[in-house]
């Protein structure tokens, strides 16, 4: 990363980055001010600077707290950045506290959340059936069994997914997956 010095008006040095075929170390503790080349602004201390990735580590914001807002930014969307003052190393282990608990309790929402997008996806499906099984999704309760749509732990709409491969249920919950399946084929093909 090349860099070149500009005067602000304040007074102060802002520094303009640009990607050539070298980079130059941040310093780990600097405070600076962050333009990205995607119109971002922030105020963020360096934790640390990958120069293999060349991945910035930024804590947001300038004062540190319990809680960190933690960044990981390529070197090469940083545009422009001002030198606001060293602090003291953000790792500092006396200073640092993870908490575990709430970090637990992330992990668990996200793998909850990832493995009902999971189920969510037909597996060995068109995507013509899934987009069906989308559409049902919106106001029905579905499941797939395999390559069949189960609605309302009673329908199920089998391949082709046409209005007659829909089957079970009782006439009036058979009638509404038909409409949907009919409707949305109706307007799609």
Request: aromatic content about 6%; some cysteine; charged content about 25%.
């Amino acid at each position: 990363m090349s860099s070149s010095n500009q005067m602000a008006m304040d007074g102060t040095t802002t520094t303009t980055a640009t990607t050539n075929n070298h980079t130059e170390d941040f310093a780990v503790g600097c405070l600076l001010s962050i333009k990205t080349t995607l119109g971002d602004e922030f105020e963020a201390q360096v934790i640390t600077f990958d120069r293999h990735s060349n991945i910035l580590v930024l804590q947001e914001g300038s004062k540190p707290g319990p809680r960190r807002n933690i960044r990981l930014l390529k070197a090469n969307y940083v545009k422009e950045f001002s030198f606001l003052g060293q602090s003291e190393d953000p790792l500092d282990n006396k200073k640092c506290f993870l908490d575990l608990n709430s970090l637990q309790a992330r992990e668990e929402s996200a793998i909850r959340q990832a493995e009902a997008e999971a189920e969510r996806r037909g597996v060995g499906v068109t995507s013509e059936a899934q987009n069906i099984f989308d559409a049902l999704s919106k106001t029905l309760p579905v499941r797939w069994d395999k390559t069949v749509i189960v609605v309302m732990n009673e329908v199920r709409v089998s391949s082709p997914y046409l209005p007659e491969s829909v089957s079970g249920g009782t006439p009036a919950a058979n009638d509404r997956v038909k409409k949907v399946v009919g409707h949305y084929r109706d307007s799609h093909i």
